[in-house]
């Protein structure tokens, strides 16, 4: 775990919400793993007092790209930064996901939760079968979606509008059966908001559903418990500390 400056090197505006930034902090960059996440603030600014957390959604040498909604407060200062200035980084924190060989990996992102698997697909498409199913309101926040058709053709892409791809969410696409039938072995790994997270759980009942999980932080390390989950058998596990990558059928959700 570093602390880092990490000046803005480029920035991205996906549509009036959705913003990127490719941020240089080489000794985070190099230590960085698919799965983990980054506590960040604006240089020198305290209000807000916490950092906010945001997964890792790629990394190119010594530089990191994160991409976020601008949701409140914090996020609307952040989309305001310019290229050239900086933010103050702390990471990488979180648990990495373990390294698949020779297996089908099925990547579901919804809206923004798009990006995170990025990473994966960068790391995870040399030695695996990657299967994309990408969902997102309209065809301005299906980001990055030329980078992913460079790593695999396997991409079925639908919007609520219809502008982009099939019409309707991401949890129209598949099926339990469907999988079965066309795929051996499959792992699956999502990302979006809370009600498509509990969607595919209780729709791949009998699969391995890995998700990233999304709350409130304070410490981001684990010491205080702001972001504990609810354990199906009892218990709780820490997003920051034991995720934010979480095997969803552990989770009380």
Same mark, same amino acid.
């Given at each position: 775990?570093e602390?880092?400056?990490?000046?803005?090197?480029?920035?991205?505006?996906?549509?009036?919400?959705?913003?990127?930034?490719?941020?240089?902090?080489?000794?985070?960059?190099?230590?960085?793993?698919?799965?983990?996440?980054?506590?960040?603030?604006v240089?020198?600014?305290?209000d807000?007092f916490?950092r906010?957390?945001?997964s890792?959604?790629?990394? *190119?040498?010594?530089?990191?790209?994160?991409?976020?909604?601008?949701?409140?407060?914090?996020?609307?200062?952040?989309?305001?930064? *310019?290229?050239?200035?900086?933010?103050?980084?702390?990471?990488?924190?979180?648990?990495? @996901?373990?390294?698949?060989?020779?297996?089908?990996?099925?990547?579901?992102?919804?809206?923004?939760?798009?990006?995170?698997?990025?990473? @994966?697909?960068?790391?995870?498409?040399?030695?695996n079968?990657m299967?994309?199913?990408?969902?997102?309101?309209?065809?301005?926040?299906?980001?990055?979606?030329?980078?992913?058709?460079?790593m695999?053709?396997?991409?079925?892409?639908?919007?609520?509008?219809?502008?982009?791809?099939?019409?309707?969410?991401?949890?129209?696409?598949?099926?339990?059966?469907?999988?079965e039938?066309?795929?051996?072995?499959?792992?699956?790994?999502t990302?979006?908001?809370?009600?498509?997270?509990?969607?595919?759980?209780?729709?791949?009942?009998?699969?391995?559903?890995?998700?990233?999980?999304?709350?409130r932080?304070?410490?981001?390390?684990?010491?205080?418990?702001?972001?504990?989950?609810?354990? *199906?058998?009892?218990?709780?596990?820490?997003?920051?500390?034991?995720?934010?990558?979480?095997?969803?059928?552990?989770?009380?959700?």
């Open positions: 775990m602390i880092e400056k990490a000046k803005v090197i480029r920035k991205e505006i996906f549509s009036k919400e959705i913003f990127g930034f490719d941020i240089e902090a080489k000794t985070i960059a190099r230590k960085a793993k698919p799965g983990q996440f980054l506590q960040l603030r240089n020198n600014l305290f807000p916490l906010r957390p945001f890792i959604s790629s990394v *190119k040498s010594d530089n990191i790209r994160i991409v976020f909604r601008v949701r409140g407060k914090g996020t609307e200062i952040m989309s305001q930064v *310019k290229e050239g200035e900086y933010f103050d980084i702390l990471g990488p924190l979180g648990r990495a @996901l373990p390294q698949y060989e020779g297996r089908d990996i099925i990547l579901i992102g919804g809206g923004v939760g798009i990006a995170p698997l990025f990473f @994966l697909c960068q790391k995870l498409e040399v030695e079968l299967h994309l199913f990408l969902g997102a309101k309209n065809n301005d926040e299906l980001i990055m979606l030329d980078g992913f058709k460079k695999t053709k396997n991409i079925i892409v639908i919007t609520e509008d219809g502008s982009s791809g099939k019409r309707g969410k991401v949890t129209d696409l598949l099926t339990e059966e469907e999988i039938a066309k795929i051996r072995m499959p792992i699956i790994i990302c979006g908001p809370l009600p498509l997270l509990k969607v595919i759980k209780k729709r791949f009942a009998t699969l391995p559903v890995y998700g990233f999980l999304e709350e932080m304070g410490c981001g390390t684990g010491i205080c418990f702001g972001c504990a989950m609810p354990k *199906k058998n009892g218990g709780y596990l820490r997003v920051c500390k034991d995720g934010p990558v979480l095997n969803l059928h552990e989770l009380d959700i």
